[in-house]
């Protein structure tokens, strides 16, 4: 529905790898100058302030960077809550969005900033939301009462009944999805005055241009602004507002947009104006060109719609490149160790040092890697092969052994059992002109080295036929478009006549019984020895 805009852009990506963590949010908000002024709240506020205070206490308590005097400014601005005032303060206001927070944790901490800031945004927009914030390490039983049950939680109580939390989590992300929840869904600009007032404190918006405020598409265009809690929606019927809004554009009624804070900053809506179609635009252009994941944002970056959901980089610096991007695509960058393992482990490249630039179609689950030095050419190449679907998905292999045996020069010794990597199981198997017994493993299968050692029993057994291999594959390490096994172990009989249906075994037969099928599919009298 949204055709491709392909667009060369120069951007920086910093490199190392990262920890997926499930984190949960939640939210309330409201006015904290509707608290009672008595001794016993002031005294309870004062004394959750620690972390404030303690921020003040530095060697030098006398010498403050100006970012450091902005931060001890909006942390004031959040009401810290105790055992006794928390039901005070939600109970007199009527939004209150509550931070559940533990002094140890990291994604405690990444958000505490962010979350003071968007106190002072709110407040300056003359918002009726009071912040506050609750170490609930410190006081489990007022945030068990609240509903926060892990670190951090974010809930909004709205005259005393919570919801979750499910916007961003950078302070404007904060301020839109509190003040959509608790105001207006779309902000009506009418003069220019107004409109350059917006822009100063909004760099990334969803604007409706609409000659009158009525009719089915612009009631599309509400019920997409109340939907979406992630962007905020400004509205306007004068073509001059929408120009400065949406500048060097050709608009007509009615007109949809996002603005972003990038080099590419305008995108036009060109679908249908219904409510899906809208979201669905705001969902695949809303990421920036590359997006920094952290641990407070890999949720609901890796949840997204688009389909070549994330480019991951990892431990190193890259210089400026050119890269690509369509509508079908978000490009990510991954900086934490931790957070970037699961990626590379799909790769097979945990223990990769150099930069690792790969590509992932969540839609049918193939995955592509860039194999050569990652230059801004060999880059912008590779996502172009990505996007036109003529680059070759990627198959985690082991390196090829040195003793590789292939199979147009069978040279296997008696007994002894072929080792298969993704690179080989081609020639080894698919193309063999001999029968072949494979045992499919992993490392971590607890019923594997008993089936292993059998089947060492079964090839000592056959050793001296000239028409029969034995072979394993490790399925953990190795990968292959016509081995989808999900069972371990697995034991599969390849006919020399036809490879593309192999027989599968009951690895949990006794060597008789293996040994009586092999011989059935071999279709000789190989006798069955005593010994098994």
Same mark, same amino acid.
């Given at each position: 529905?949204?055709?491709?805009?392909?667009?060369?852009?120069?951007?920086?990506?910093?490199?190392?790898?990262?920890?997926?963590?499930?984190?949960?949010?939640?939210?309330?908000?409201? $006015?904290?100058?509707?608290?009672?002024?008595?001794?016993?709240?002031?005294?309870?506020?004062?004394?959750?302030?620690?972390?404030?205070?303690?921020?003040?206490?530095?060697?030098?308590?006398?010498?403050?960077?100006?970012?450091?005097?902005?931060?001890?400014?909006?942390?004031?601005?959040?009401?810290?809550?105790?055992?006794?005032?928390?039901?005070?303060?939600?109970?007199?206001?009527?939004?209150?969005?509550?931070?559940?927070?533990?002094?140890?944790?990291?994604?405690?901490?990444?958000?505490?900033?962010?979350?003071?800031?968007?106190?002072?945004?709110?407040?300056?927009?003359?918002?009726?939301?009071?912040?506050?914030?609750?170490?609930?390490?410190?006081?489990?039983?007022?945030?068990?009462?609240?509903?926060?049950?892990?670190?951090? !939680?974010?809930?909004?109580?709205?005259?005393?009944?919570?919801?979750?939390?499910?916007?961003?989590?950078?302070?404007?992300?904060?301020?839109?999805?509190?003040?959509?929840?608790?105001?207006?869904?779309?902000?009506?600009?009418?003069?220019?005055?107004?409109?350059?007032?917006?822009?100063?404190?909004?760099?990334?918006?969803?604007?409706?241009?609409?000659?009158?405020?009525?009719?089915?598409?612009?009631?599309?265009?509400?019920?997409?602004?109340?939907?979406?809690?992630?962007?905020?929606?400004?509205?306007?019927?004068?073509?001059?507002?929408?120009?400065?809004?949406?500048?060097?554009?050709?608009?007509?009624?009615?007109?949809?947009?996002?603005?972003?804070?990038?080099?590419?900053?305008?995108?036009?809506?060109?679908?249908?104006?219904?409510? $899906?179609?809208?979201?669905?635009?705001?969902?695949?252009?809303?990421?920036?060109?590359?997006?920094?994941?952290?641990?407070?944002?890999?949720?609901?970056?890796?949840?997204?719609?688009?389909?070549?959901?994330?480019?991951?980089?990892?431990?190193?610096?890259?210089?400026?490149?050119?890269?690509?991007?369509?509508?079908?695509?978000?490009?990510?960058?991954?900086?934490?160790?931790?957070?970037?393992?699961?990626?590379?482990?799909?790769?097979?490249?945990?223990?990769?040092?150099?930069?690792?630039?790969?590509?992932?179609?969540?839609?049918?689950?193939?995955?592509?890697?860039?194999?050569?030095?990652?230059?801004?050419?060999?880059?912008?190449?590779?996502?172009?092969?990505?996007?036109?679907?003529?680059?070759?998905?990627?198959?985690?292999?082991?390196?090829?052994?040195?003793?590789?045996?292939?199979?147009?020069?069978?040279?296997?010794?008696?007994?002894?059992?072929?080792?298969?990597?993704?690179?080989?199981?081609?020639?080894?198997?698919?193309?063999?002109?001999?029968?072949?017994?494979?045992?499919?493993?992993?490392?971590?299968?607890? !019923?594997?080295?008993?089936?292993?050692?059998?089947?060492?029993?079964?090839?000592?057994?056959?050793?001296?036929?000239?028409?029969?291999?034995?072979?394993?594959?490790?399925?953990?390490?190795?990968?292959?478009?016509?081995?989808?096994?999900?069972?371990?172990?697995?034991?599969?009989?390849?006919?020399?006549?036809?490879?593309?249906?192999?027989?599968?075994?009951?690895?949990?037969?006794?060597?008789?019984?293996?040994?009586?099928?092999?011989?059935?599919?071999?279709?000789?009298?190989?006798?069955?020895?005593?010994?098994?």
């Amino acid at each position: 529905m949204y055709p491709p805009k392909p667009t060369s852009r120069f951007i920086f990506l910093t490199l190392t790898l990262v920890l997926l963590l499930t984190l949960s949010f939640t939210v309330t908000s409201s $006015e904290a100058t509707n608290v009672d002024n008595d001794d016993e709240d002031a005294e309870g506020i004062e004394e959750l302030l620690a972390v404030d205070e303690e921020a003040e206490n530095q060697e030098n308590p006398h010498v403050k960077s100006p970012e450091a005097e902005v931060l001890s400014k909006a942390q004031k601005i959040v009401i810290e809550l105790n055992q006794d005032s928390t039901k005070r303060v939600i109970d007199a206001n009527e939004f209150v969005l509550v931070l559940g927070y533990a002094p140890w944790c990291p994604r405690s901490a990444e958000l505490m900033p962010q979350f003071a800031e968007a106190a002072t945004e709110l407040k300056e927009l003359g918002s009726d939301v009071v912040l506050a914030k609750i170490d609930a390490e410190r006081y489990p039983k007022a945030a068990s009462n609240l509903g926060i049950k892990g670190y951090p !939680t974010m809930l909004l109580f709205v005259n005393g009944s919570s919801q979750a939390y499910t916007g961003g989590f950078t302070s404007q992300e904060i301020v839109i999805w509190a003040s959509k929840k608790t105001g207006e869904s779309v902000i009506r600009v009418n003069s220019d005055i107004q409109a350059k007032e917006f822009l100063r404190k909004h760099s990334m918006f969803a604007v409706g241009l609409f000659e009158k405020f009525e009719g089915s598409e612009y009631e599309e265009f509400i019920k997409a602004a109340t939907s979406h809690n992630e962007i905020q929606f400004v509205e306007t019927s004068e073509m001059g507002v929408a120009n400065i809004l949406f500048p060097n554009m050709k608009l007509s009624y009615p007109f949809v947009g996002l603005v972003k804070s990038e080099l590419d900053r305008y995108t036009t809506f060109e679908g249908t104006l219904k409510m $899906e179609d809208i979201l669905q635009f705001l969902d695949v252009y809303k990421f920036p060109l590359v997006t920094t994941v952290t641990e407070l944002n890999s949720v609901r970056v890796f949840s997204t719609r688009i389909k070549f959901q994330r480019l991951m980089t990892s431990r190193t610096l890259l210089n400026h490149f050119k890269m690509w991007q369509e509508s079908t695509v978000s490009l990510h960058n991954i900086e934490d160790d931790n957070l970037a393992k699961p990626f590379l482990t799909l790769l097979g490249r945990e223990e990769a040092e150099e930069t690792v630039v790969a590509a992932f179609d969540n839609k049918i689950s193939t995955k592509y890697l860039l194999e050569s030095d990652p230059t801004p050419s060999k880059i912008e190449e590779f996502c172009s092969g990505v996007l036109h679907g003529t680059l070759a998905p990627f198959y985690k292999s082991q390196p090829i052994p040195d003793n590789v045996s292939f199979a147009n020069n069978p040279s296997q010794t008696e007994g002894s059992i072929q080792t298969i990597v993704g690179k080989t199981f081609d020639e080894l198997i698919l193309s063999s002109p001999q029968n072949t017994f494979l045992e499919v493993h992993t490392p971590r299968c607890i !019923t594997c080295e008993a089936t292993s050692k059998k089947v060492e029993k079964l090839a000592k057994h056959f050793k001296g036929l000239d028409d029969l291999t034995f072979a394993r594959i490790d399925a953990y390490a190795n990968e292959h478009p016509k081995l989808q096994v999900n069972d371990y172990p697995t034991l599969l009989f390849y006919p020399a006549h036809d490879k593309s249906n192999p027989i599968k075994l009951p690895s949990k037969s006794s060597l008789k019984d293996l040994a009586t099928l092999i011989n059935k599919n071999l279709k000789t009298d190989h006798k069955t020895k005593d010994e098994l």
